[in-house]
């Protein structure tokens, strides 16, 4: 199979998949946009490297380097890992903070707003996990991390994500109305 | 067991990626502490919650052509690759409406099947994903769009030597959004489209013969699971990106259920 015959047989069927992913990732249809474009490329450069492995994880692993490389030169800040304290002060619907209060405004929220508030290292699982339904073995190869920490960066993601003050300000009702 | 440590693994639990002796454990935890089984039961309605309301970003027109565009811009760029795709000879000969070669291979179905291998399934199961992908590629993914059996079965009817069973899940969160013909192991075969969360399920439904292997229950090929059932009458292979289990237990209750009057 030459890689244009590759690239589009098997890479291109999770194109869906890889702007998703981005699209979490980056918050923004165009920087989306972007990584995926960027992403393909390099796809399409390497796909004589796919060999029988499993194309969709194959292609979300070059996706997520597209959107690290992307955020390295546009937003590099963002790529610090955050400790758990930080994420705690940010996410307590106790603190004083006047930003807090907004947040519990109900109807300005939705249930995307509470997944991208999530820090990028729990962003990315979660989103690998429930939107693209990969097991962990498919996500730690993705995110290039063990699975233990797979485990324990989801564990974490769906706590936060319990008691993030959007979440609890939108309630349970199924509002339907993302964005 | 106790809390701390049933508390570290629920979120794994959850996700059916305990080892078996944990999952074990937890179980027998959760069955002893109400605390614990209300936190389990919170972490299932996050869940539900995240997979029916969070959008699955869809990726927009323009950049699928763009992207198009850039694969062949670079094929322009370099000399054309010898191609031999034999399957999509197949498929323009098929879509080109020639229905004539069913009659010859009608025979062929029963005498075929009766040497079905391994091998052979896993031909089927590869053959299957490549169809679920050229339909999702070509935009071709649904030739009758409705979510009435009254009108899918009819119409995969008439254009099969067999009428498939055709049922909506809608109530159970998978809705029937059509169906079409495609062209598994040499015979033209009824295609069941349902959705779920933005994800497509294409069910592939075929008579049930007592000629044929049984297919592994489960594969995964090129990212895609393929998941196999029997039941109604029929033989029923579901291929979708959603996850095994999920797609396991969808394609178990069609061919039990789909059969019901």
């Known amino acids: ?179 | 067991m106790n809390c701390a440590d049933a508390s570290t693994l629920l979120s794994a639990y959850t996700d059916g990626e305990t080892t078996m002796l944990q999952g074990h454990s937890v179980k027998r935890h959760l069955a002893s502490c109400p605390n614990c089984a209300g936190a389990y039961d919170d972490m299932l309605a996050l869940r539900a919650r995240l997979r029916t309301q969070a959008p699955r970003h869809a990726a927009p027109p323009e950049l699928r052509a763009r992207v198009l565009a850039t694969l062949d811009a670079v094929r322009a760029s370099t000399p054309p690759p010898a191609r031999p795709r034999v399957r999509s000879e197949r498929w323009r000969w098929l879509s080109g409406g020639a229905f004539a070669g069913c009659a010859a291979t009608a025979l062929a179905w029963f005498v075929g099947t009766a040497v079905i291998d391994w091998r052979a399934n896993e031909d089927l199961a590869l053959e299957a994903v490549t169809m679920h992908v050229h339909a999702t590629l070509g935009n071709q993914q649904i030739q009758v769009a409705s979510s009435d059996r009254h009108t899918v079965k009819p119409w995969l009817s008439a254009r099969l030597d067999y009428s498939p069973p055709v049922r909506d899940f809608a109530q159970d969160g998978f809705p029937l959004v059509g169906g079409r013909i495609d062209y598994l192991d040499r015979h033209p075969v009824a295609t069941l489209v349902y959705r779920v969360r933005n994800h497509t399920i294409d069910v592939y439904v075929r008579p049930e013969t007592a000629t044929r292997a049984t297919p592994l229950a489960l594969r995964t090929i090129r990212g895609f699971n393929v998941a196999h059932a029997t039941g109604s009458g029929m033989d029923w292979l579901a291929v979708s990106d959603v996850n095994a289990d999920e797609l396991t237990a969808f394609v178990q209750k069609v061919a039990r259920e789909s059969g019901m009057p």
């Open chain 1, 1 to 179: 199979m030459s890689d244009h015959t590759t690239f589009e047989q098997l890479v291109l069927p999770h194109l869906d998949a890889a702007y998703n992913l981005a699209r979490w990732l980056a918050r923004d249809t165009h920087d989306a946009e972007d990584v995926v474009q960027d992403a393909c490329i390099r796809a399409l450069k390497y796909a004589g490297s796919l060999h029988g492995s499993d194309a969709r994880a194959w292609f979300l692993t070059i996706v997520r380097n597209a959107f690290y490389d992307w955020l390295g030169r546009n937003r590099p800040v963002e790529i610090v890992h955050e400790d758990d304290e930080k994420i705690a002060a940010r996410i307590d619907p106790s603190s004083p903070n006047p930003e807090h209060e907004a947040l519990r405004r109900a109807e300005m929220y939705s249930l995307s707003d509470a997944i991208e508030a999530l820090p990028l290292q729990y962003r990315e699982v979660l989103v690998l996990r429930e939107l693209e339904e990969m097991s962990y073995k498919e996500i730690a190869r993705v995110a290039d991390i063990p699975i233990g920490t797979v485990m324990s960066r989801l564990a974490r993601a769906r706590a936060l994500l319990q008691r993030s003050p959007m979440l609890q300000a939108i309630g349970g009702q199924a509002t339907g109305s993302e964005r």
